[in-house]
T-cell receptor, first 117, second 113 residues
């Protein structure tokens, strides 16, 4: 299957700092990438849909100024958590779909464990 | 509003037996369903999917059944193996080439020896 690489796999940062998470599709072009967040023992909650070359679409309740998403190319999307606070600590996962695909599975990155201290 | 529900948070099955994981959905616009397996601190791994025009899809030990009238799908794993122990998420998607996935709450499967 297609490979999606997410980096870093874990990060610890101080409150007030910003953290950037990268999501790359290694062997296919992804016009659309998705960013999810998972709290312990809970489901994956979609945060935003990232479209190459255009603004991301955020789900209700997700602060777009706090979670900056950039999809600069067909193989890279980034999520920047700005002015991080302890409540932002979570597991962040990206996924990507192959370009032009119809009814195919989404491929997920390995996830990033963010801890804000 | 949880549009995709997995009412059993956990399930324990003996090795060699059948594991049945259930999923219910409320949105009739969903037309494609997927099952993912997830280990702690890792991203989900795709297992099997089914289109709404089918009622069954089989891939090795994994079979997914879809009952559209009941808005219910299930994943059967037979025979269950210890390596199957993980959290299983069902997900649903509406029509379109890049529609977002809506995930269920997950079921933790434990396959015992």
């Amino acid at each position: 299957g297609a490979v999606v690489s997410q980096h870093p796999s874990w990060v610890i940062c101080k409150s007030g700092t910003s953290v950037k998470i990268e999501c790359r599709s290694l062997d296919f072009q992804a016009t659309t990438m998705f960013w999810y967040r998972q709290f312990p023992k809970q489901s994956l909650m979609l945060m935003a849909t990232s479209n190459e070359g255009s603004k991301a679409t955020y789900e209700q309740g997700v602060e777009k100024d706090k979670f900056l998403i950039n999809h600069a190319s067909l193989t890279l999307s980034t999520l920047t958590v700005t002015s991080a606070h302890p409540e932002d600590s979570s597991f962040y996962i990206c996924s990507a779909q192959t370009r032009g695909s119809l009814n195919t599975e989404a491929f997920f990155g390995q996830g990033t464990r963010l801890t804000v201290v | 509003d949880q549009q995709v529900k997995q009412n059993s948070p956990s399930l324990s099955v003996q090795e060699g037996r059948i594991s049945i994981l259930n999923c219910d959905y409320t949105n009739s616009m969903f037309d494609y369903f997927l099952w993912y397996k997830k280990y702690p601190a890792e991203g989900p791994t795709f297992l099997i999917s089914i289109s709404s025009i089918k009622d069954k899809n089989e891939d090795g030990r994994f079979t997914v059944f879809l009952n559209k009238s009941a808005k219910h799908l299930s994943l059967h794993i037979v025979p269950s193996q210890p390596g199957d122990s993980a959290v299983y998420f069902c997900a649903a998607r509406g029509a379109g080439t890049a529609s977002k996935l809506t995930f269920g709450t997950g079921t933790r499967l434990q396959v015992t020896l």
